[in-house]
Structures are given as structure tokens and as C-alpha cells.
């Protein structure tokens, strides 16, 4: 377990938004499946499939889009530390939810990453494993493949590849898909967000200050002081006029430097009242 929590602290993780299970279960090949799980398989008292097996589902989604390009090794070490007793165990066994917990995440991710067989589709018979490798950079896949294979019982076991078989997800686009899941993770909404603003600020908007840096500490001061822009802090609203305007703002050295001045402490603010007068009186 404390292996689990530190390779997991090592990865970016997704924090689900608050309404995540009711828009994870608007894609339709997550309703497709919740329908057949209802209606074929509800009775089995070995199945719980309920909002803990969606936000564990949704979450390990969201962790491989986050990690699998950059950080591929870490990502497998995390799934096979937290299934090594399944999956690393000669006598461990396979839950019912960990089975369809597996099989929906490799054909999902299959689907919209083309990461656990490039160019290729999976084997729509879960027990078709030939085209997994052994070699694959998420291993712990294979490794699932290999314990249901051999504990496969034809009888118990057909409700899984009845489903798969079917080739359900073949009516999801990938991208749309992609784009559905992302949008359940409030990290990933925080980091559109701020993309947007930037491209506003920078390319719309290409607003610049010609002035000189202590001269924007003297406007920005005198804001503040007279109550006419607020923020969480004095630093916050600092550093919002750095980020507009992308210059850098030495804060506490700019406001000594004119604190000491000998003439006038406001010769900015002096200046911009010079030239207001004459715009007024022109």
C-alpha cells in the first residue's frame, strides 16, 4: 500500500469534478454497459458495480491520459503495486470487478490513446491475449491477460466476453471520447481555462506596457492604496499585472527606491496628471 502512495505522488494525478459519474455514465459505451450489466448480470453477488467501481475506473483513465507518454514505467509500477496481489500472487484470484475493471480500461485507452497496441485494435475475445507483448511498456496489462486466461471458467466467466465481443466501443469516436473523459478531471478544466485567458491576453488583446517597470509599481500601488482594485493580496495583484503585461516586478525594492526619492515620491503619478491636464484642456 505505502509503495502504491509514492509512486502515485510521483504522477500528475486528475481530480474528478463533482458531477464526473453522471457524465461519465452519458458515454454511450459506459451505458451500454451499465445497461448489460443490469440486465444480464445484476444478480451475480460477486458484481458491485456502483459509483466507487466508476470513480476508481474514471480516475485510472484519467491518470494513464495524464502519464502515459512521459512517465510510462512509473505508471505501470503503480497498477502492478496496486493489484500485486492479484496480479504477482500464483494463488491470487480475479475479482468480478477487477476483470471488467481491466477490460473496459485497455479497450477504452486503446481507443482514444492507441497506446497499448499501436496501429492495432484489441482482440475483441478478452482470451485472445496474442496480441498483447509481453515487452509492452504496461505490462501490468499483460499480466492481467495472463491470470484470466488461466483462471477462465467457461460457465462463470462468459459474461465477459459476451460484452467485449460485441464491439461496442467501435461506436465512440476517439476523439470525442478523449475529449468527454478530459473534461471530467477539474485539473485538466483549471488548465483550458488558463490556456484560453493566455491566448486572450497575448494574442487577442496584445496589450503592452511601454513604460518603465517602477513606474508600473507606482500605478499599481497607488491603486491599492486608494481602494480602486482589490484582490486576495497585495502580491497576487502584483504579480496579475507582471503576468499581463509579462514584465518582472522587483516589488519591495521598487517601492523602497521611491520612498526615497528627494524631489517628488509621485513622479509617475505627477506625469500621468500633466498629461491628463493637457488632453482635458487641448
Known sequence: MKKQYSILATLNQPQLTSDFLQEFKKIKFIKTFNNYVFNEVSTSPHLRIDQEFYEELCFDILLFLGNYQESPAQLSSYFLSKHSKTLKSKNGKLKYNEKFHFLLLETILNKITDAILPGRDLPLNPLDSSNL?????????????????????????????????????????????????????????????????????????????????????????????????????????????????????????????????????????????LKMDRWINS
Not at 497576487?236 to 525594492?253: M, P, R, S
Open 133 to 273: 507483448p509481453s515487452n509492452n511498456k504496461f505490462s501490468f496489462l499483460y499480466d492481467f491477460h495472463c491470470k484470466f486466461i488461466k483462471g477462465f471458467n467457461p460457465e462463470k466467466d462468459k459474461v465477459f466476453t459476451a460484452f467485449f465481443e460485441k464491439n461496442y466501443i467501435s461506436q465512440e469516436n476517439s476523439i470525442d471520447l478523449k475529449e468527454q473523459i478530459l473534461k471530467m478531471d477539474y485539473n485538466y478544466q483549471v488548465q483550458v481555462v488558463n490556456s484560453v485567458s493566455e491566448r486572450i491576453t497575448t494574442e487577442t488583446l496584445n496589450v503592452k506596457w511601454s513604460g518603465e517597470n517602477i513606474e508600473l509599481v507606482e500605478l499599481i500601488k497607488s491603486l491599492i492604496q486608494a481602494d480602486k482594485i482589490s484582490g486576495k493580496n497585495e502580491e497576487e495583484i502584483f504579480k496579475f499585472f507582471a503576468d499581463l503585461f509579462k514584465v518582472e516586478l522587483n516589488k519591495k525594492q521598487q517601492l523602497q527606491t521611491i520612498k526615497k526619492r528627494t524631489t517628488s515620491q509621485t513622479s509617475f503619478l505627477d506625469y500621468l496628471t
